[in-house]
């Protein structure tokens, strides 16, 4: 179920496509080398969401990106989190 919020605010809607063309765009600049040391990662479609978002603006359908960022983003940042280092230990 869409989120009313979300469908009712377009600086929510807004801020949410913008956030996932950075993502998108930084997917974009990681080496295809990389990329494919993490198959696991869905890097394709995450960089075409974000052409779409960007350059074809106007096909995008509300309905389908929050169905992304509720179903894919989460099970997303959980794979790209796992590739991270570690923070330094601040104490």
Do not use: K
């Not at 996932?20 to 990681?30: A, S």
């Not at 494919?36 to 890097?43: F, T, V």
């Amino acid at each position: 179920m869409i989120c009313e919020t979300y469908l009712e605010s377009v600086f929510m809607e807004s801020t949410v496509e913008r956030q996932w063309g950075i993502l998108g765009e930084e997917f974009r600049r990681i080496s295809i080398e990389f990329q494919h040391l993490h198959p696991e990662i869905d890097w394709r479609n995450a960089i075409n969401l974000r052409n779409i978002l960007v350059n074809r603006y106007d096909q995008v359908l509300s309905e389908v990106i929050w169905n992304i960022v509720t179903g894919v983003l989460p099970r997303l940042l959980v794979q790209v989190e796992a590739l991270l280092p570690p923070l330094p230990d601040d104490s």
